[in-house]
């Protein structure tokens, strides 16, 4: 296999059991939904995705459940 392929399945494995699979299972299925999108992200689309994963890095996010909580769900 690959080696990013095998890193990236090591690292989706280990966090699969943690507490943030729902938040990994969220960002796998907008990246999967895009997927079929022929139009490449605007320069403010990636700007918007790394500065999200900055605050991502720095805690700054929502569980699943606070964001559902949030939402009256």
């Known amino acids: ?3 990013i392929l ?3 399945l090591f690292k989706v494995k280990t966090i699969i059991h943690g507490p943030d699979a729902d938040l ?3 960002i796998v299925d907008m990246l999967y939904e895009r997927h079929d999108d022929d139009l490449p992200l ?3 689309e990636l700007t918007d995705l ?3 994963e900055v605050a991502v890095r720095q805690g700054e996010y929502l569980t699943v459940e606070e964001l559902d909580q949030e939402l009256g769900g």
């Open 1 to 3: 296999m690959e080696p």
């Open 6 to 8: 095998d890193d990236l």
């Open 24 to 26: 990994l299972k969220v």
């Open 42 to 44: 605007t320069p403010e």
């Open 50 to 52: 790394k500065e999200r």
